[in-house]
Nanobody, 126 residues
Framework: QVQLVESGGGLVQAGGSLRLSCAAS????????KGWFRQAPGKEREFVAG????????YYADSVKGRFTISRDNNKNTLYLQMKSLKPEDTAVYYC???????????????????WGQGTQVTVSS
């Protein structure tokens, strides 16, 4: 059974930092594109960051560019999202996702991903 499990969320003050992790089990995703999405209350799920299968290409939503960094550790089959200079508008449930297809480029649409984690809450207080 394939599972993606996020961790690292929590409550932080504006200007603070958090690092989210997404551990995969059941199969490896070393050759697959992966990404992070978020969903705030009353809003649709939105793309945050994506990384190509090679790890050499990344892409960020304008709202997080320069503050968030996506990375992966193939040895640990884990995806990360380093978040700095957090703002109250970053408050949301954060989800990691993985594409089932190998050798894919950066995926920005939620319908391009096949596997999803259960989400981790990030709350940024002002």
């Amino acid at each position: 059974q394939v599972q993606l499990v996020e961790s690292g969320g929590g409550l932080v003050q504006a200007g603070g930092s958090l690092r989210l992790s997404c551990a995969a089990s059941g199969r490896t995703f070393n050759l697959n594109a992966k990404g992070w999405f978020r969903q705030a209350p009353g809003k649709e799920r939105e793309f945050v960051a994506g990384i190509a299968w090679s790890g050499l290409g990344t892409y960020y939503a304008d709202s997080v560019k320069g503050r968030f960094t996506i990375s992966r550790d193939n040895n640990k089959n884990t995806l990360y999202l380093q978040m700095k200079s957090l703002k109250p508008e970053d408050t949301a449930v954060y989800y990691c996702a993985a594409d089932s297809r190998q050798y894919g480029g950066i995926r920005r649409g939620s319908d391009e991903y096949d596997y999803w984690g259960q989400g981790t809450q990030v709350t940024v207080s002002s």
